[in-house]
T-cell receptor, first 114, second 110 residues
Framework: DTAVSQTPKYLVTQMGNDKSIKCEQN?????MYWYKQDSKKFLKIMFS???????INETVPNRFSPKSPDKAHLNLHINSLELGDSAVYFC?????????????FGNGTRLTVT | AQSVTQLDSQVPVFEEAPVELRCNYS??????LFWYVQYPNQGLQLLLK??????LVESINGFEAEFNKSQTSFHLRKPSVHISDTAEYFC????????FGAGTRLAVHP
């Protein structure tokens, strides 16, 4: 009964490939996010969706494209992978978009681009 | 623009010793404050939060944090740490977007 689950847990691929990471939450939350954590543990928001609509789109290369088929799912597709994309990607969800809503995180997907 | 500064990247401490992890923020308006904990190979989990009311907030596992508006700080403390507290701790500020600090690695040694 994992609250926020993302797959795969590990992803090793070569430069130039296209890959996807899937995320699902069973908490009934309206808002979902993608965060990137670099090798120094720094966390940066990439995208946020509320009820399938994009509400936050940080300065992320357009090789990254999020897709939300419904409010329980938020997938991340990455085209033409580069070495610098290597990181841990976290999906998260929250009850609303309000700034007092705590985030619930998945366990992360460790992406390694070789 | 708001920002979060965690003053220590690493804090080594012996088991049963007290610990304080420091967090300062900058914001021109009222904020909500959070501490998250990340255990190895896991996602972040909410440890405690300050939204309003009492400036001292506590978690279920013995941590507490005090909101100090004049010093714009939200330091995390525990009077006696356990080996199992070894983790990365993130301070975060929200108004409205959630901004994380760079994290503090707490390493508890026997």
């Amino acid at each position: 009964d994992t609250a926020v689950s993302q797959t795969p847990k590990y992803l090793v691929t070569q430069m130039g490939n296209d890959k996807s990471i899937k995320c699902e939450q069973n908490l009934g939350h309206d808002t979902m996010y993608w965060y990137k954590q670099d090798s120094k543990k720094f966390l940066k928001i990439m995208f946020s969706y509320n009820n399938k609509e994009l509400i936050i789109n940080e300065t992320v290369p357009n090789r990254f494209s999020p897709k939300s088929p419904d409010k329980a799912h938020l997938n991340l597709h990455i085209n033409s992978l580069e070495l610098g994309d290597s990181a841990v990607y976290f999906c998260a969800s929250s009850l609303g978009t309000g700034d007092n809503s705590p985030l619930h995180f998945g366990n992360g997907t460790r992406l390694t681009v070789t | 623009a708001q920002s979060v500064t965690q003053l220590d990247s690493q804090v080594p401490v012996f088991e049963e010793a007290p610990v304080e992890l420091r967090c300062n923020y900058s914001s021109s308006v009222s904020v909500y404050l959070f501490w998250y904990v990340q255990y190895p190979n896991q996602g972040l989990q909410l440890l405690l939060k300050y939204l309003s009311g009492s400036t001292l907030v506590e978690s279920i596992n013995g941590f507490e944090a005090e909101f100090n508006k004049s010093q714009t700080s939200f330091h995390l403390r525990k009077p006696s740490v356990h080996i199992s507290d070894t983790a990365e701790y993130f301070c975060a500020v929200s108004n409205p977007k959630l901004i994380f600090g760079a994290g503090t690695r707490l390493a508890v040694h026997p």
